[in-house]
């Protein structure tokens, strides 16, 4: 299961319920790759403040500078990983939701989906689920974004 991961709260609230009802399934946190706080705290397995992105992500709805501490905690019993996506797969996923679906979905909803198109031999073989949420688009990122 791929799922966006910004302050925490998606995660640990869907984290919590499959280790409870689904402890087998692997469960990834996605990152833009230019907010690389929670990956960074992920793998220093501590809160790490990152440097302000150079280049701000499309998916700012994901885009955290620290973890807090309560969260990094919670979310280390309820995921398996955490991996960054870049912006280009982030607009990527967005762009096929909307022309395989017909959904509008913001960048930090799509994250799981560029993912999937970003690393598609990391997903051959297996069942994969993300979580496509938010609509928090102005008509004019929809036509920036989607034409």
Same mark, same amino acid.
């Given at each position: 299961v791929l799922l966006p991961l910004g302050a925490g709260a998606l995660a640990i609230g =869907? &984290? !919590?319920?499959l /280790?409870? $009802?689904k402890p087998n399934v692997r469960v990834i946190g996605l990152v833009p790759e230019t907010s690389p706080a929670m990956l960074l705290s992920w793998q220093a397995g501590k809160v790490i403040t @990152?440097?302000? @992105? $150079?280049v701000p992500t499309i998916a700012d &709805? !994901?885009?955290q500078r620290a973890p807090s501490a309560?969260?990094?905690a919670y979310l280390r019993q309820t995921i398996d990983d955490v991996?960054? =996506? /870049?912006d280009g797969a982030i607009l990527a996923g967005m762009r096929f939701c909307h022309q395989h679906? &017909? !959904?509008?979905?913001e960048p930090a909803g799509a994250i799981g989906v560029g993912a999937i198109l970003e690393r598609p031999e990391a997903f051959a073989g297996q069942r994969v689920a993300t979580v496509l949420c938010g609509g928090n688009m102005t008509p004019d990122q929809i036509r920036t974004y989607l034409g």
């Open positions: =869907v &984290g !919590l319920w /280790r409870a $009802e @990152a440097p302000p @992105a $150079e &709805g !994901l885009a309560y969260a990094f991996w960054s =996506v /870049r679906y &017909g !959904l509008i979905i």
